[in-house]
């Protein structure tokens, strides 16, 4: 029980010979094992106490063992030190006990041992051993990087702390961006954690979408959590939970939500370290962030090229697809020909705007071979003002990459709203729109033959744009009927307004190179699915 009455500095000193604690002083009431910071401040915890039980203690205590809690801080480590390793991302400034309470949780997590990366993104810097990854503190440690990925920065040094907020966030983030792909680029880290309130998640999960691959674990607990939530995930793949209570605070409901976070990413981190295990020549990597580098790749010395191209040839061709509801029928047929016949790996892409955009991702990371663009609704809402747009670059990232692709305009009869309340007046007030609600939150409205036209437009312009290897994009057109709502009987069948789109899309992409194809089934016709499978199998070479 000695042990209880040593100082914490008995921790730092083992802990932080160079760290910014440059005094350490006993405080005279026995129960209290205290540090004395750089600043001055006493930093203490309650005897038989450690930080991680004492909401608010910000030192390193002892434990009734004797031996020091989570007082050897790692050093960064990749892949080969076998290390399962989180980076704990948030604003030490105003989120500091929550952010220790956390770290201690993540540290409790030993089999296997889980190191725990903090990195300071506040608005004024935290001195504490804790901090792996400091503040910048100035705009001269931070860089600037423009659209074309080049750092613009100038050499006036401003303070962080005294930026506007607005600025704040925007050079704070591109900071962390910076400093989180090279922790993914080395294999440092296996997983992304973090809290905070609006800007807090805001910042974070900019990092997350533009740092981190689609696959790579990335947990965001905050209170935006429950409510529209677009901003935050985008088109990645961000876990989020809601704390519930604002974090602020010692309390037993954030606690217990905080330490459900840290066992969620400690098991994220090591159910993706386990998936880079390694094998002949290397470990398979998973796709690349937004700045293109890629992670959790380690070649063996010898024949590691040759075994890993072989690996690479081996494996089954990544195909995209865009489905709806109302062009599942098709989308199924085309997924099972494709997977039977070729042995592809299909990934189906619910199109509602994050999903195209998450489709356009992939194929701009080098994550998909081929696409089948068979439901191109996203454009319609896009063109006209649904709720379901992938914004104004969907249809562009295939061409770009000169991969090969089959598209379609699977489910462009209709414009995406919510609870038909929701519908704007202009619409409403046109006594000839067709509405249909098709659940309690959604309410479709069929297209005009000038939106048709619009939309046909759109595709044309963004396919020929920018494509690279027209040769290797095809259009398939479905005079039938473009969804199951288009086909006789049904409330959207308008063979006349189907003719202006599919005209209109023959009209802007005549002379570019690009084949289209009319076939006189109906999109969800068996058939059609088959057509459009084989068409991409041949430009793939394989049909």
């Known amino acids: ?21 440059q005094e350490t002083s006993q405080v005279e009431d026995p129960k209290l094992n205290c540090v004395k910071d750089a600043r001055g401040r006493y930093q203490c915890c309650p005897e038989g106490k450690s930080w991680a039980e004492e909401w608010g203690c910000l030192c390193v205590c002892m434990d009734k063992d004797g031996g020091a809690l989570n007082s050897a801080r790692a050093p960064f480590h990749n892949q080969k030190n076998n290390i399962h390793a989180i980076l704990l991302l948030g604003t030490c400034d105003s989120k500091w006990s929550e952010l220790a309470f956390l770290h201690a949780q993540l540290q409790k997590h030993q089999n296997p041992p889980i190191t725990t990366l903090l990195m300071d993104v506040g608005r004024t810097p935290t001195d504490h051993p804790l901090i792996d990854i400091p503040h910048p503190d100035s ?14 920065k100038n050499n006036e040094e401003e303070r962080i702390s005294t930026l506007p907020r607005a600025t704040y966030l925007q050079k704070m983030t591109t900071h962390a961006i910076t400093q989180t792909t090279h922790l993914l680029t080395t294999n440092t880290i296996h997983a992304v954690l973090s809290i905070g309130g609006s800007c ?6 900019a990092v997350m979408q533009r740092a981190c691959p689609i696959g790579f674990p990335k947990l965001m607990v905050s209170t935006m959590a429950s409510g529209d939530v677009r901003p935050y995930v985008g088109e990645s793949d961000i876990t989020l939970m809601y704390s519930v209570v604002d974090i602020a605070g010692a309390n037993t409901i954030l606690k217990r939500v905080l330490r459900n976070a840290a066992a969620a990413g400690a098991g994220m981190a090591v159910a993706y370290f386990d998936s880079l295990a390694p094998s002949v020549g290397g470990v398979e990597g998973v796709g690349s962030g937004a700045t293109g580098a890629t992670t959790g790749t380690v070649t063996a010395e010898k024949g590691g090229e040759g075994e890993r191209e072989r690996r690479e040839k081996d494996k089954p061709k990544r195909i995209g697809v865009s489905m709806f509801g109302v062009t599942t029928p098709c989308v199924d047929a085309a997924r099972a020909h ?5 042995g592809f790996e299909v990934y189906v892409f619910h199109a509602t705007g994050a999903g195209g955009r998450a489709m356009e991702r992939l194929v701009r990371e080098g994550l998909l071979d081929g696409v089948l663009d068979l439901t191109t ?5 896009e063109v006209v003002g649904g709720v379901l747009s992938a ?14 692709q089959v598209v379609s305009v699977g489910a462009c009869d209709m414009v995406n709203f919510g609870a038909v309340g929701t519908v704007p007046l202009e619409f409403v007030r046109e006594k000839k729109r067709v509405l249909l609600e098709h659940n309690a939150a959604v309410t479709l409205m069929r297209t005009t033959g000038e939106e048709s036209a619009r939309v046909g437009e759109f595709i044309g312009r963004r396919l020929k744009g920018e494509v690279v290897r027209a040769e290797v994009v095809n259009v398939l057109l479905p005079v039938g009927g473009v969804s199951m ?9 308008d063979p006349a307004v189907d003719g202006v789109l599919f005209e209109t899309v023959e009209r802007e992409l005549e002379g570019s190179g690009i084949r289209v194809v009319r076939d006189e089934r109906q999109i969800n016709d068996p058939g059609f699915a088959v057509r459009a499978a084989e068409m991409l199998a041949e430009l793939m070479g394989l049909s």
Request: proline share 7%; hydrophobic share 40%; net charge negative.
């Open 139 to 152: 705009t001269s440690n931070t860089p600037n990087i423009n659209s074309n990925n080049e750092d613009t």
């Open 377 to 381: 609704t996203e454009v319609v809402d």
């Open 391 to 404: 914004g104004p670059e969907r249809l562009l990232e295939a061409a770009r990459a000169g991969i090969p």
């Open 200 to 205: 807090g998640t805001s910042l974070a999960t």
């Open 1 to 21: 029980m000695k042990l209880l009455a040593v100082l914490c500095a008995v921790s730092f000193a083992a802990l932080v010979a160079s760290s910014r604690v």
């Open 485 to 493: 709502l288009d086909v006789p009987g049904q409330p959207f069948y």
């Open 338 to 342: 494709l997977e039977a016949k070729y």
